[in-house]
């Protein structure tokens, strides 16, 4: 049988490495992201998207946005485009994919950030991007509670700096993770062999 996947922010830095380790192992893998066609806090699109699928076996949420800028010149606009692209969107994609999964269950994994994890090291101008990785924490806890009885688990990642794009729009210097390496924790949380694991968010340091 052939596991299906939907990879939101697929075209970018971690997303498309999952998208490449899910592949490699057979899986049949849609990608959803704006140059692709579907932007993930638009609710039609995200409905027309997931519409097109028989079953899923797994939901990988990647898609985000980061634009630095100070709070206090923080506008509406560029506070609404990170939180939509980060938690509207990881809530439209899971309950799409918790329709689809009702019949034999499956595996959501969001991807947040060290800097949405309580105590670790913020860096000023992300306001919106921490709020917005935070607000996945509480969504996994909550999506486990009531996935548990849909066989649905729900984890989160929760990765420090990785060698990608958007590490280099949050200028943030040190040691960094390689998206490949991000990639394969995701594909496991993502597969049965993390089974029964629900609720966690792992922390992964650079
Ligand atoms: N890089 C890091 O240091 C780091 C650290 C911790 C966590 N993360 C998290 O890891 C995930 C992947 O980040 P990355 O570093 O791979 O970033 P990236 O290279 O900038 O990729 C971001 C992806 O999100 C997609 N995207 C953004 N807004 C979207 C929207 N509204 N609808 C659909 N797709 C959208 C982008 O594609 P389009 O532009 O085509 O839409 C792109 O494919 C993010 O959730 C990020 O917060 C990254």
Excluded at 1 to 19: D, N, Y
Excluded at 117 to 140: I, Q, R, W
Aim: glycine share 10%; charged share 25%.
């Amino acid at each position: 049988m052939t596991l299906t996947a939907v990879v939101t922010g697929g075209s970018g830095g971690i997303g498309r490495e999952v998208v490449r380790e899910l592949q490699a192992r057979s899986w049949e893998v849609t990608s959803l992201s704006r140059r692709e066609g579907t932007d993930v806090s638009d609710e039609k699109d995200v409905v027309r998207a997931f519409r097109q699928l028989k079953s899923l076996d797994a939901l990988i949420h990647c898609a985000q946005v980061l634009i630095k800028r100070p709070f206090a010149r923080m506008t509406a606009d560029v506070w609404d485009r990170q939180i939509d692209s980060g938690l509207r969107g990881a809530f439209l994609c899971s309950r799409e994919a918790f329709k689809l999964m009702r019949r034999r269950g499956g595996s959501i994994v969001l991807v947040s950030s060290l800097s949405g994890v309580f105590g670790a090291e913020k860096f000023p101008g992300m306001s919106a991007y921490v709020a917005a990785k935070s607000g996945l924490a509480g969504l996994t806890e909550a999506l486990a509670v009531e996935g548990r009885e849909r066989g649905i688990r729900v984890n989160a990642i929760s990765p420090g700096s990785v060698d990608t794009p958007m590490l280099r729009t949050a200028g943030v210097e040190g040691p960094a993770l390689q998206p490949a390496e991000v990639a394969r924790i995701i594909v496991w949380l993502a597969s049965t062999e993390s089974s029964p694991l629900s609720g966690a968010n792992l922390r992964m340091d650079p």
